[in-house]
């Protein structure tokens, strides 16, 4: 019992400690003065207390439809007719520099240059080049601002990733959509701000894992929701067999009590979490079965989206499933299509890639637009890196692969006050380096916290003595895509 | 205090008085030698002291006004001394300051206030001295000193420091923030609001009618236009003859580089805006949106009043109270502060199912502040939306898939400053659209999508409103023909005892499923439509297809079906398993999941087991015999990556371990190289025979030395 009583005392943390103190609050005031964080908590920065936006948003919700494995930049969206011209040459030394290379080429003697198997053409007003293989999101690039020049400094599939949605390529740093969470709170308090969804292609898959919608080090509320295709799209959500409403709320309500008590006695944030989240899932259970029943979208939706749209699991589904949420004020929502990473069989793999996301990935932004919400929603596609402008392994007569490229690659966004129409950043006529308006990938971050009212630099959380941001110390916003 | 100091500080004032009264009448005579230049600049070092002392003086002697008083000789021997010591360095202070003005660039009205103001203090200063000296008792006299020599020293101070610092330096910060947040885009003219702008804050401080700097006055459009000492700033369409911009092109350590080394300094984005609007003639009645909009100046300049960071419209409204907006906040119902340092809310409601009217009409308290509602699919009826009316200064409003109609068009063309509404999915007509939404005076986009207008209905309503942006949406026009997705099969288990129910479906409505059980191609007029009730009871290949008007049929796909009569009551293996292939081990067999291809998938993993250095081999056991006439094994082939079908298989079975005899030896064709990954069916039948032990042994594929991994999910007894 003594041991207990010691620990108790222990465990108070310093919030706990200072609004317990009556005494204290003079002197914490003017040390205060003298030491200007002292009262900013766990991240808190003075003056600029979550969620509210720090100035008037563009976007409210983001829809970040992730290709992971990385997508070949020049089967899509960079055209490059000079590779078709140089089939089968050795990539000139000076073009290739002294990038360095993946475990999977790095033994290759032999560096031959590969052009694109499909065709592209002009679209729309902006007369983007689009590939063949893309042939709805054709038909919109003018609601599209495709950037060609994005790039990054990992050269694997999972730093990549890690450093594209956390601003680190090591892992348990929050998520772009914890932090936006954190920066904005939720807009509907019956549903988690930040949501996932995962699907896959036949293409060859890499890992997707839970730390990538991680909440770090941020409070646990903040953390991505998994939506899975089963009959229980949140798991654990559903009451157990006999269990009625009001029986569940009575225990919510009992175990809420005694867990104010244990937070009055030890007074850990994340117990508070605990009833909040306890609170948020009960919330859940009636709010996320309204949003998961696609059987009463009308016939003309199915076609907007394609067929797959009502098969649970599908990326077609995942559109519109996200589209509902995003609807229903989910300020992120994230999907992850596995399949892109064509190191091999890339004609066939990229072609069965694209058909199961071009359709849909074209439909939710025009969903979006005929319910006059893509001027407040950002949607965002594309993958964690580019593919080689030459082959990996043999080029053979109709096929070839293509391995991981940091030093360049395509994505698109859409609405939420990004410029429509345009065709941002170029690359040399080899697709191999950057020409002009590099955008590195905090600066995309930065960008998108920009546009939903976030300062990258203000919005801070402080952990073990270090202030954090999702763009690290660096990231500039890429001024020529906002309109 | 020492007499002898005290003499020589009186006899230096005598001579300072004869010496200012002198240079003032004289001023504009004088010339200045440059070595007396410094002198003249120490004014603004020096002026503190006497402000100080003179101001202490007053105080003094007002403490110890009263000739009784204990310490009156103490008191007034101290004021005089701080007094006389103030006027000394007031008038050296004077001098220089005299010194000062005659160098370029101080002349006007503010100095002369200054100029004439700080002279009156000397002078007061020296009469109030000598007023002392002849009525030694007067508290009249300290009274006198106490009001009117601290309010001409502000005077003069005041004056000084608009010299120094310009016009409203205090208060800049606060004026400079409400005059930006003044004009929207829309209104704004490019001289008054931008251009003029920047000379305020960056040039008017010394350019100003009461300074005059160089002759230069830039606080209005005559004073640009004259230009200054030095000639004309400009000649409008000609930036590169322009004097302005040469002083501000000039590099910073230039003497005449402007605005001067360590004031503020004119950004780039300033430059390229006077640059182009020089450029462009250098119009002062300019509307900015009458620009081009590639226009450069246009461009510029927008993002010049809207610079990134603080996008958005600005209101002029005042903050809602904190608590009321907390107290407002519910789980249906999330009323958030547009951002931080704005007075604007956006209210959402979210609940179908505890919508009232109740919870529009409790917003009342912040209905200035609403500047956004989204209502999107909430039952919201026509007379709702008279409780949307308190929101005088609503921006944009969403109710997409409520239910208004026509009636609630009216209404809603009375909200002042509607500039965007989504309407999708309502009921609303055109003609209801078209007699209403001339009232609608700020409206710039409407989503319309999915409301029964035709499209000639819009064009109509594209040409009779043309400032709005009409926004509609997809719409089917069966030209382009989708192909349906396949059937999907909705039995939970594909392996049965003995007869089963199959189940098929498929998502989209109205759709046509047709199959076969005979493995030939189901099509659109022989086949069975699919109706709900097929029975098999046999292994059973069901191949289907769905059908829909105005979609392209789908491809073909077939469902296995595998019997399975018999669950021995234990199973043991007799082998180990491949250490990655494990699956449920011995439970594997006959739990009837089977397993799919593709390493990518999730169940991969779960269903296979497998065996690669030895063989598979397990042991059955059944308590009642049972009449065995057929085994099978499902199992993976994927020959690049290794996986192959077994190389044999052996059946032994009977009452007991001992009686069993060898019932079945399998020895599948060699699989050809290279192909599509895909599962199989490996089975043999042989005569009927009772078995209570019954033993599988399946060997790996074998080539040359190389063993081949074997991966079977489930076996099947008949």
Redesign the interface.
Known sequence: MDKEIIEHGFSWNRRRFLSTMSLGIGSVALGSLLMPDLFSGAGVEDG?APG???????A?RVIYLFQNGAPSQQELFDYKPKLRDMHGKEIPPSVRGTQRLTGMTAGQSSFPLVGSFVDFKQYGQSRAWVSDLLPYTAKIVDELCIVRSMYTEAINHDPALTFLQTGSQQGNRPSMGAWLSYGL??????LPAFTVLLS?GVG??QGVYSKLWSNGFLDSVHQGVQFSKGEDPVLYLRDQEGMSRKERREMLDNIAALNEISYQSFGDPEIASRIKQYEMAY?MQ??VP?VMD?SKEP??????Y???C??PGTFAANCLLARKLS???VRFVQLYH??WDQHGNLPYEIAQQAKDVDQASA?LV??L?????L?ETLVIWGGEFGRTSYTQGTLTKDNYGRDHHPRCFSIWMAGG?IKPGIVYGETDELGYNIQQDPVHVHDFQATVL?QM?L?HEKLIFKHLGRRYRLTDISGK?V?GI?S | MNRKLQVLAEQACVILLFLISFLVLFEDKLVLPYWLQPIGRMHPLLLHFPIVLLILAVLIGLVGRNPAGENFKLYYNLAGGFLLFGILLSGITIIMGLFLSREEGYSGETLAWHKWSGIIVFYLGCIIYRMRTWSRNSTGVAWVSAVTLPAILLLTGHYGAELSHGEDFILEPIIANRKASEVPVEEAIVYDHIIQPILDRKCAGCHNPGKLKGQLALTDSLGLLKGGKSGRLFVPGDPGTSLLLERVHLSLEEKKHMPPAGKPQLTDAEISLLTTWIRQNAEFGRKLVSLDETDSLRILATAYLQP??????QFDFPAADAKTIQKLN???R?V?????E?P?L?V?L????TYTQKQLQELTPIKEQVVSVNL??LPVKDDDIKSLQQFINLRRL?V?FTDISDKALPLLGQLPELK???I?GTKVTFSGLKENLGSYKKLQ?I?V??TGLSPDDLATLRKTFNTVQF??????DGK?S????PP?VKNALMVFSSNLDVQLRH???GVEIRYTLDGSEPDSIRSPVFDGHTKISKHTTVKAKAFKPG?LSSDIVSFDYLKNSFVPDSVRILFPLNPVHQAEGAETFFNKRLGVIGA?NPAWANNWAGARDNDMGLVALFKEPVMLSSVGLHYMLETETGIFPPGAVEVWGGADENSAKLLLTIRPPEPPKGGKARLGMLEGSFRPHAVSYLKILVKPHRANKDHHLLLIDEMFLN
Request: without cysteine; neutral net charge; proline residues 4%.
């Open positions: 600029l509210i936006p720090h100035f008037a948003p563009k409210k709170g939720n807009e509907n308090k019956n896959r060859n898959g919330r009636t709010a309204e696609l016939d003309d939706i199915v076609k907007l394609g067929p797959d009502l098969v609807e229903n004020g596995q399949g439909a025009m969903d637009k005929q319910r006059g919400l001027d006050g920009h009212g300062d916003l001024k906002i | 990134a960071g603080s996008t958005g419209e519910s789980f249906d999330t958030a502060q547009l951002a931080r704005s604007a956006d959402s979210f609940n179908r199912n999107n699919k969403d997409n965007t509404l989504s999708a986009t989503t999508w999915n926004i509609e949406g997809f719409r089917d382009d989708l192909k349906l997705n999907q998502p989209v409505k979609w990518n």
